[in-house]
């Protein structure tokens, strides 16, 4: 077996039995962990400045890390079939999601201003290196069944697109006379649009008119109905999913 067969294993089988395997790779999912407190801890500004400036080397040592380790799955993916060519393997490797996540964490360790937040972004190959691989094919076959209402999805987006437009349209022309820097403009009355029909409501921007509030009552009415429809669809097609195991369950356990 090669060196990068071996690297292979232990990087891209999070479930390989090698006990080597299992320790780097609970190692990673540590260091992930403790980057995280990490970037949160350092936020606080009472925290001495030693503490500050050992957080900083630890952040340094973090991105060697990690450097090595996107490097060195680049490199081995060659290993798996599928990426078995050296060039367009390892180029499609590296587009796919968690390895652009860790592609997006370490660039923005050279960003000219604080992007640190984007390191959270490694959380999710925990999801994958914590032995989790096993929910892979159920959020494929969800995956599948979104993809297959997208046309839907995408009338309930225009539907809240428009649903935003004509509110905000109304309201600017309804209360710009009693509040004009409030509703100073349509673009500007569709952030009391987004808030109210998100139901978030920060009360910042609000009619004061009867006839603005009989407005926004109808809005806020209508929005929850329109705002519902993208977790409606998505819902029904998680629902479908689970259906279509139990189904595939009993004809297996009939046979």
Known sequence: MTLRHQVSNILHRPESPSKLGRRINLALSILIFL????MVVDTVPELPPIWHAALGVFETASFAIFSLEYL????SIVEVPKFANPVTGRSRFALRF??????????????PFDLRFLRLL??????????????????????????????????????MLIMIF??????????REAQ???????PAAMWWA???LTTVGYG?????????????????TGGIAVFALPMAIITAAILDVKVDDEKREIDQSDA
Do not use: C, Q
């Open 204 to 220: 910042d921007v609000y009619p004061i008119t009867p006839i603005g509030k009989f407005f926004a009552a109808i809005i806020a």
């Open 98 to 111: 968690l390895p652009l996540i860790d592609l997006v964490a370490l660039l923005s360790y050279f960003a």
């Open 194 to 196: 987004v808030m109210t």
């Open 35 to 38: 980057n995280v407190v990490a």
């Open 122 to 159: 490694r959380v999710v190959r925990l999801l994958r290196v914590l032995h989790l691989s096993e929910y892979d094919k159920p959020m494929r076959a969800i995956g599948r069944s979104i993809r297959a209402r997208r046309k839907l999805l995408v009338i309930a987006l225009v539907a």
């Open 166 to 175: 004509f509110a905000a349209s109304g309201m600017y022309f309804i209360e």
């Open 72 to 75: 060195a799955r680049v490199w």
């Open 180 to 186: 004009p820097k409030a509703f100073a403009s349509i």
